[in-house]
């Protein structure tokens, strides 16, 4: 695959990744991600934190996932964990909801309804055939665009017309898919990301996108200071005025975090992200080909295949190249900063 003109502003921030097939995992950090980091610690070590900067960083960010995800910035809520904007969601759901999940999903999309208590039910399908699993009983569907152990992609827009057809909420974890795959979050009646992977940014960074409905009617049940119309106002006593989108479900942020996270995130931002999709898929279905796998329906970036006893792990890692073993499975993620030579490299490192 010919890196196209137009990815190469975002190729070029990268300082290396050859080899690097693990996307999956933790995404590599960009030159202007360190130099922020690093600039920061040494501004800090002279003269202390700057709140007015790291506000600037997280208004930054935040306003940059919007633009990945097409939103306005007031339908983004930051926080820290998948699972602690996931719980937000679970904690509003009415007592004795059902709550329909993928088979095998990444369990901090699971867990927060598992434990949500109330008589919540939580009822498991294999992703195939989660959309035509969804019924009058079901309140919410969760899932992953994108499964973390599998690389496989669901099928969304079905997923989400059968929610509607049943009215049914839709809340999905975008974590493993915004990056290299097109994702429009005002599909979706909550979506949550995590941008230390596929946005490499800084892990501390994660977003919540949700529909004007469920600004308006959620509880903000882990208000706290950075919640406030004005934080730096909201910072003592019951009488603070939450703001008025979904900031009010802000998370107090990891600082040093988002800083690194502003450049990254608005550099993906400004990338073609239909161009970074045919790129990183176009690799790894070469990958595929080249290992006989089969391609799948819909196209991925992540490669998964059977390893029960991690030979292929080990021999990729004995050839220098970094890959992951998921749920008995080797795994390997093709992203911007990677190119034919990776693929060709990790396929003769498992014989091919």
């Known amino acids: 695959m010919i890196l196209p003109a137009v990815l190469a502003p975002l190729r070029g921030a990268f300082t290396g990744g050859a080899g690097y097939l693990s996307a999956c995992t933790s995404g590599l950090w960009m030159r202007p991600t360190h130099a922020a980091i690093v600039a920061d610690l040494e501004r800090g070590a002279r003269t202390g934190a700057d709140p007015a900067r790291y506000d600037a960083a997280v208004v930054e960010s935040r306003a940059a996932f919007a633009r990945l995800v097409g939103v306005a910035p007031g339908a983004v809520a930051i926080g820290s964990q998948t699972s602690v904007l996931a719980a937000l969601i679970a904690a509003n759901l009415p007592d004795g909801a059902q709550v329909l999940c993928a088979e095998g999903d990444f369990s901090s999309v699971v867990l927060p309804f598992v434990h949500a208590g109330r008589g919540i039910r939580i009822r498991t399908v294999p992703l195939a055939h989660l959309a035509e699993a969804i019924d009058a009983e079901t309140t919410l569907v969760a899932f992953s665009i994108v499964q973390s152990a599998t690389g496989e992609v669901a099928d969304a827009a079905e997923i989400i017309a059968a929610a509607r057809r049943h009215r049914a909420l839709t809340f999905a974890d ?29 892990r501390g960074v994660a977003f919540l996108a949700l529909s004007d409905a469920l600004v308006r009617t959620l509880r903000p049940v882990q208000a706290g200071w950075f919640a406030g119309e004005d934080p730096w106002s909201s910072c003592y006593g019951a009488d603070v005025d939450l703001a008025g989108d979904a900031r009010r479900f802000d998370v107090s942020p990891a600082w040093q975090a988002f800083v690194g996270a502003a450049p990254a995130l ?55 190249i970094v890959a992951s073993g998921r749920a008995g499975r080797a795994r390997v993620a093709f992203h911007i900063f990677n190119d034919e030579e990776d693929v060709t490299r990790a396929a003769q490192a498992l014989g091919r």
């Open 174 to 202: 975008a974590t493993q898919a915004i990056g290299w795959l097109p994702v429009d979050a005002t599909l979706f009646d909550a979506l949550v990301c995590h941008s230390y992977k596929w946005l490499c940014a800084p």
């Open 266 to 320: 608005t550099l993906f931002a400004d990338a073609d992200r239909h161009a970074l999709h045919r790129y990183t898929t176009g690799m790894a279905d070469e990958f595929r080909r080249r290992l006989d796998l089969p391609l799948p329906e819909r196209p991925s970036a992540i490669v998964a295949w059977h390893d029960p006893n991690g030979q292929s792990l080990a021999d990729l890692r004995a050839a220098g």
